[in-house]
C-alpha cells in the first residue's frame, strides 16, 4: 500500500514539474484541490494567491521551457501517514532557487495538492 501512494504523489508532482515548468495550466491545474491558497515569500515579499489567481499567472508568463531552462526540479523527500502526505521539493528557475512544501490529501481516490507554501533561498 505505502509503495502504491508513493508512486502516486510522485506522478502528481511530476504533473506539478511539467505544468510549471512548461506553462502548461491545464495539467497543473489537475494537481490542486479547488480551494488551495498560495502562501509564501520571493526575495521578503508576501506572497498570497488563490489556486485561480496563481494559475493565471502560471499561464500570463513565459515558461521556464520558453527560456531554455532545464528541467532540475526535485522530490527532496515525501512523508505519508495514511490519507495524507507532505512533500519538499526543490525547484531552481526563472531566476529563483525555490523550495516548496506541499500538503497532500487522497481525496475521492486521487491525491491532491491541499496546500502550497514556498520560499526562495539566497
Avoid at 32 to 37: A, L, S
Avoid at 50 to 64: A, D, F, I, W
Avoid at 90 to 105: A, T, W
Wanted: with cysteine; charged share 25%.
Amino acid at each position: 500500500m505505502y509503495k502504491e501512494h508513493i508512486k502516486e504523489i510522485e506522478s502528481l508532482i511530476t504533473n506539478y514539474f511539467e505544468g510549471i515548468f512548461y506553462g502548461d495550466v491545464t495539467k497543473l491545474e489537475s494537481c490542486f484541490h479547488k480551494n488551495v491558497y498560495i502562501y509564501g515569500d520571493i526575495k521578503g515579499v508576501d506572497y498570497l494567491k488563490s489556486v485561480t489567481e496563481y494559475l493565471e499567472g502560471v499561464k500570463n508568463r513565459q515558461s521556464p521551457k520558453d527560456l531554455n531552462e532545464n528541467l532540475e526540479m526535485k522530490i527532496i523527500g515525501i512523508d505519508i501517514i495514511g490519507k495524507i502526505a507532505m512533500a519538499k521539493l526543490h525547484l531552481p528557475m526563472l531566476g529563483y532557487n525555490y523550495y516548496d512544501y506541499l500538503s497532500l490529501s487522497k481525496i475521492n481516490n486521487d491525491w491532491k495538492i491541499v496546500n502550497k507554501l514556498f520560499t526562495h533561498v539566497q
